[in-house]
């Protein structure tokens, strides 16, 4: 799990093993505990209405990168094809979703639309925050995660399956 609120930045790319690669490099030399753990990697999943692949190097003492590859014929997919790779977003976690959502529309914050869960993560949930109030990014606000280093993720604070004798 990150150690702190900001959970992730989220880029989108064209060839995900390839971004997967090249990053692997970058934290090699800038921050190679990011390579300690699993990866997490979801293949062709359904991100919420917009199908991709995705992966995220685990960190629990900073802040993770996270990498998707939309499926061209997605909204997601079409907004890459026009801006080409890019921050998607900046992830931060609360462990009260939906009173963070509404204390940030009670303050005149962009919160977009509701609460979003993944079907294949129900227990995941989150909403967003307008680029026009963050200044040009969107923010995900998420339920706390974490990694069981299985390569998926899992509700913070879940308990640890035991290894089977």
Same mark, same amino acid.
């Given at each position: =799990? ?5 959970? /992730? ?35 062709? *999943? ?5 199908? =991709? ?40 976690? *609360? ?7 509404? &204390? =940030? ?15 294949? =993560? ?11 109030? &963050? /200044? ?5 606000? &998420? ?20 290894? &089977?004798?």
């Amino acid at each position: =799990m990150p150690s702190g609120p900001i959970a /992730h930045i989220s880029f989108l790319v064209h060839d995900l093993d390839k971004a997967v690669d090249d990053w692997s490099k970058i934290l090699s030399v800038l921050d190679p505990k990011q390579l300690e753990k699993r990866i997490v990697r979801y293949d062709e *999943t359904d991100g919420g209405g917009d199908k =991709m692949s995705w992966a995220t190097f685990v960190s629990d003492h900073g802040v993770e990168i996270q990498l998707m590859q939309p499926d061209p014929d997605t909204k997601l997919g079409q907004r890459l094809a026009r801006k080409g790779e890019h921050i998607h977003h900046i992830c931060i976690t *609360t462990p009260d979703l939906p009173a963070s959502l509404d &204390a =940030m529309r009670a303050k005149g914050v962009d919160v977009i639309g509701g609460i979003n869960h993944d079907p294949e =993560m129900p227990w995941q949930k989150w909403g967003w925050v307008g680029a026009t109030t &963050a /200044h040009g990014v969107l923010i995900e606000v &998420a339920a706390p995660y974490e990694s069981h280093d299985d390569g998926k993720w899992h509700p913070a604070g879940a308990k640890v399956a035991e290894p &089977a004798e």
